[in-house]
């Protein structure tokens, strides 16, 4: 006997609930990062004229820091309004894998822009020169306003990986403009110019730190790998402790996009009406979905072997002996 089964099925209620909580947020995400995207172009401009006219290293590393906002907001911004489109015959999953794509590429540009603002003031701190600290105090306030509107805005959705990449780095362009007024006022009261260029070579080493955080996730995700908040052993001996489950086998979980987990697998049942089958199912789907909340699974049943029968496969995981 070889029956495979779906869950979508036995939890379409909870099914539906999840992607509605999920469009939701996505179009009240999508016109935030509209607007963002323009109220970052318009600091970028400042940030790079204040940092020509001022002779600011700190302004201008800023200025690209910020710069690199753009590409990710258009990006995030893009990605989040294909995740909202339906599946299709030949995308049956839809699109979120946009928005983990989106993160992918973000985080290497992140990455490329802080070793360039690394080099850029190391540069400067061997050969420091005056700088106009009122004009970084005004610029620096006008960033840390933008910056931080921007990170409260996105704040409620930072649980998906596409709108954490741009929360977190526009928290990090807040922290950023901090560092840097608080420069601005050390510098105008002592005089200490190389502080302008090691705050430019701290900038750059805080966005090389985040992006790499974010390209090891977001590659993670991409190579199907296992939702990091979720413990193989766990979920097969929960698997296990399902009544009229004797084996499971053949276990994938891996994430299709934001917080949409799946999982698929093959579990040993003994001899039984397909009415009693679908009870299991259902409590299997009910069982993932609310411990380790994987809403899309697919279960594929098999026919319990006698004690007797020989049968090579890779180390089943059993019940525990009663």
């Given at each position: 006997?070889?029956?495979?089964?779906?869950?979508?099925?036995?939890?379409?209620?909870?099914?539906?609930?999840?992607?509605?909580?999920?469009?939701?947020?996505?179009?009240?995400?999508?016109?935030?990062?509209?607007?963002?995207?323009?109220?970052?172009?318009?600091?970028?401009?400042?940030?790079?004229?204040?940092?020509?006219?001022?002779?600011?290293?700190?302004?201008?590393?800023?200025?690209?820091?910020?710069?690199?906002?753009?590409?990710?907001?258009?990006?995030?911004?893009?990605?989040?309004?294909?995740?909202?489109?339906?599946?299709?015959?030949?995308?049956?999953?839809?699109?979120?894998?946009?928005?983990?794509?989106?993160?992918?590429?973000?985080?290497?540009?992140?990455?490329?822009?802080?070793?360039?603002?690394?080099?850029?003031?190391?540069?400067?701190?061997?050969?420091?020169?005056?700088?106009?600290?009122?004009?970084?105090?005004?610029?620096?306030?006008?960033?840390?306003?933008?910056?931080?509107?921007?990170?409260?805005?996105?704040?409620?959705?930072?649980?998906?990986?596409?709108?954490?990449?741009?929360?977190?780095?526009?928290?990090?362009?807040?922290?950023?403009?901090?560092?840097?007024?608080?420069?601005?006022?050390?510098?105008?009261?002592?005089?200490?110019?190389?502080?302008?260029?090691?705050?430019?070579?701290?900038?750059?080493?805080?966005?090389?730190?985040?992006?790499?955080?974010?390209?090891?996730?977001?590659?993670?995700?991409?190579?199907?790998g296992l939702p990091r908040d979720i413990v193989l052993e766990q979920v097969v001996r929960a698997l296990l402790g399902i009544e009229g489950v004797q084996e499971v086998h053949d276990v994938h979980i891996w994430t299709i996009g934001g917080d949409l987990h799946a999982l698929s697998c093959h579990a040993r049942i003994p001899d039984m009406h397909l009415e009693d089958s679908d009870k299991i199912l259902a409590q299997i789907a009910e069982m993932l979905a609310r411990d380790f909340h994987i809403t899309h699974t697919t279960v594929q049943f098999e026919r319990a072997l006698p004690p007797d029968a020989s049968l090579y496969m890779p180390a089943p995981l059993r019940?525990?002996?009663?």
């Amino acid at each position: 006997m070889h029956t495979e089964a779906h869950s979508g099925s036995t939890q379409a209620p909870d099914h539906r609930s999840h992607h509605h909580h999920d469009h939701g947020l996505g179009r009240g995400a999508t016109s935030i990062l509209g607007l963002s995207v323009l109220a970052t172009l318009l600091l970028v401009v400042a940030e790079l004229a204040a940092g020509y006219a001022g002779h600011s290293i700190a302004l201008t590393s800023d200025a690209i820091h910020n710069l690199t906002d753009v590409p990710t907001l258009v990006i995030s911004w893009l990605a989040m309004r294909w995740a909202l489109r339906p599946p299709t015959h030949e995308k049956t999953y839809g699109y979120h894998r946009a928005g983990i794509l989106a993160a992918f590429v973000n985080a290497l540009v992140l990455a490329l822009a802080a070793l360039f603002l690394i080099v850029q003031s190391f540069a400067r701190l061997r050969h420091p020169v005056e700088v106009h600290t009122n004009l970084m105090i005004w610029i620096s306030l006008l960033a840390l306003g933008i910056n931080g509107g921007i990170t409260l805005a996105v704040h409620r959705g930072r649980r998906d990986l596409n709108v954490r990449t741009v929360w977190l780095h526009n928290l990090g362009d807040a922290l950023s403009n901090i560092a840097i007024l608080a420069g601005a006022f050390v510098i105008h009261w002592t005089g200490a110019r190389w502080l302008d260029p090691l705050l430019g070579m701290g900038i750059g080493a805080m966005v090389l730190w985040s992006g790499a955080g974010i390209l090891r996730q977001s590659a993670h995700i991409l190579l199907e790998g296992l939702p990091r908040d979720i413990v193989l052993e766990q979920v097969v001996r929960a698997l296990l402790g399902i009544e009229g489950v004797q084996e499971v086998h053949d276990v994938h979980i891996w994430t299709i996009g934001g917080d949409l987990h799946a999982l698929s697998c093959h579990a040993r049942i003994p001899d039984m009406h397909l009415e009693d089958s679908d009870k299991i199912l259902a409590q299997i789907a009910e069982m993932l979905a609310r411990d380790f909340h994987i809403t899309h699974t697919t279960v594929q049943f098999e026919r319990a072997l006698p004690p007797d029968a020989s049968l090579y496969m890779p180390a089943p995981l059993r019940p525990p002996s009663r």
